[in-house]
């Protein structure tokens, strides 16, 4: 062995039986650790909760670009916390909220589902949405080979609908004549 070399007795995998033991340069191994490590943290997909707010009253158009921005989020993998605030007495009307909440569920279902389905909580009522990795896995798998994955309908882009709320019904009597 060559004299100006530096080299360590260095324990690789001390639960095996037997242990493993290389020779090698100790400051070098310790390097390529650090660098796997830090390729591998690289990679990793942190996944955040995204929260998107919507009122019981919302205009068509808002409704759609909220819409289109969850969807957004759900393709780069992250969860997305759709919250109906309330205000005043309209939380006496939670089926107006709940009907929102299952046209953003119908309009992602292709790929999202639902995580928690929609519950009141105070003055808001909430859903959480998750990325379906099948679903997007099948469709991207569509989408390179060109064709129809077999268990998968194929389906034109559709615009969210309109948020179209009919009145309800008042408590108020009718007028005494």
Known sequence: MARGLELDLVEIAPMASP?????LDYGKYRYELAQKDKESRRKAMTIAIKEMKYRPKIGGGDFETKTRKV????????????TIMFRGREVAHPELGKRILDRI???????????????????NMVMVLA??????????????????APDVERSETVSPPSPVLEP??????????
């Open 19 to 23: 242990p493993v033991c290389k020779i």
């Open 168 to 177: 309800v019904a008042s408590p108020v009597a009718a007028p005494i004549t």
């Open 105 to 123: 569920a119908e309009y992602h279902a292709g790929t999202a589902k639902v995580e928690a389905m929609p519950k009141l909580d105070g003055k």
């Open 71 to 82: 969807g957004e989020f759900l393709s780069e993998g992250h969860k997305v916390k759709i």
């Open 131 to 148: 990325p379906d990795k099948r679903l997007q896995a099948e469709k991207k798998k569509e989408d390179d080979e060109g064709h129809v």
